[in-house]
Nanobody, 121 residues
């Protein structure tokens, strides 16, 4: 059974940091790209970052470049999203997803349940 389990969300003040984790199981981690998405109330889901063990690609949406860092621990089948200098507009439910291929070509097949990140001003 494929599982993606996010953790690490919470409430933080503006300027603070959080580290999200996405623990994966049930598929060959090295063949997959793992992406982070977020969805704020009333807004569409937004892809914010991706890392691919398959081809080494890494992607960030412009709004998080320089503040967020994605990394992967293949031994633990876990991807992390370190979020620094958080802003109130980063408030959203954050999801991780997995799909075969590199970050530029991936079609996401599996999704986690999400973790809430709330940034207070």
């Amino acid at each position: 059974e494929v599982q993606l389990v996010e953790s690490g969300g919470g409430l933080v003040q503006a300027g603070g940091s959080l580290r999200l984790s996405c623990a994966a199981s049930g598929f060959t981690f090295d063949d997959y790209a793992i992406g982070w998405f977020r969805q704020a109330p009333g807004k569409e889901r937004e892809g914010i970052s991706c890392i691919s063990s398959r081809d080494g690609t890494i992607y960030y949406v412009e709004s998080v470049k320089g503040r967020f860092t994605i990394s992967s621990d293949n031994a633990k089948n876990t991807v992390y999203l370190q979020m620094n200098s958080l802003k109130p507009e980063d408030t959203a439910v954050y999801y991780c997803a997995a799909g075969v291929d590199g970050c530029l070509d991936v079609v996401y097949e599996y999704w986690g349940q999400g973790t809430q990140v709330t940034v207070s001003s």
